[in-house]
């Protein structure tokens, strides 16, 4: 029996194990949750496929059986920045390689084509928390009027229309614990109704 990985016919594009993670992620969500899709971070530097916001960030990266490995290094190392967790959702042909290169933290999901049109999304290691989170990375999530209101709200006083983005987000992290802003993003990203790149 030819193995899935080798068999072109088994192989799953990223709109289709997308479709089935998005799906599956809805109905698994808890009230209140969100989801979002092609999440630019880093004002654009990087993205990441899916995010799911509950009371945490859960990013979800895609790896299709057309796609390439080159980038994953790179994504690791933002990822561990900024996520509570971090899941790699696979196809069977870069299972083995993923498996060898992600952090122990992460979570494997493998996507399988199981008929035409069918695809099922198999837990095959389940996602630990991420202790790597970064303060001033975190911040840099918000835009400049989320992190502007957040430092009022902190400090009443300071200016909240002459401040650059760069020294809002210095003062916030200059003033509070990883916690703290981790819960305060967390709660900012919450409300946004899109999420625009750049």
């Known amino acids: ?8 016919k088994y192989w799953l594009n990223d709109a289709q ?3 089935a993670l998005v799906l599956q992620l809805r ?11 092609e999440v630019g971070l880093f004002h654009g530097y990087s993205r990441i496929d899916v995010l ?5 960030l859960h990013g979800f990266e895609i790896k299709s059986d057309n796609d390439s490995l080159r980038r994953l290094s790179e994504q690791i190392r933002i990822y561990n920045q900024v996520f509570d967790t971090v899941t790699i959702v696979v196809g069977y042909r870069h299972v083995y390689a993923v498996l060898r290169e992600i952090p122990e933290f992460w979570g494997v999901v493998l ?11 198999i837990n095959l290691k389940p996602p630990q928390v991420n202790v790597e989170k970064d ?14 209101a957040l430092l ?13 983005k760069l020294d809002i ?15 305060s993003v967390v709660k900012a990203l919450k409300i946004r109704e899109s999420w625009k790149v750049g």
């Open 17 to 19: 194990i997308r479709k």
């Open 52 to 56: 799911k916001i509950d009371n945490k």
């Open 169 to 183: 987000y210095q003062k916030i992290v200059a003033k509070k614990k990883l916690s703290w802003i981790n819960s």
């Open 1 to 8: 029996m030819t193995k899935p990985y080798l068999n072109r």
């Open 152 to 164: 009022y709200k902190m400090d009443p006083k300071s200016s909240r229309t002459t401040a650059t």
């Open 111 to 121: 996507a399988e084509k199981t008929g035409p049109g069918k695809i099922q999304l």
């Open 27 to 37: 109905k698994g969500g808890i009230k209140g949750s969100k989801i979002f899709e």
């Open 135 to 148: 303060a001033e990375a975190l911040i840099k999530l918000l835009w400049r009027d989320e992190a502007s």
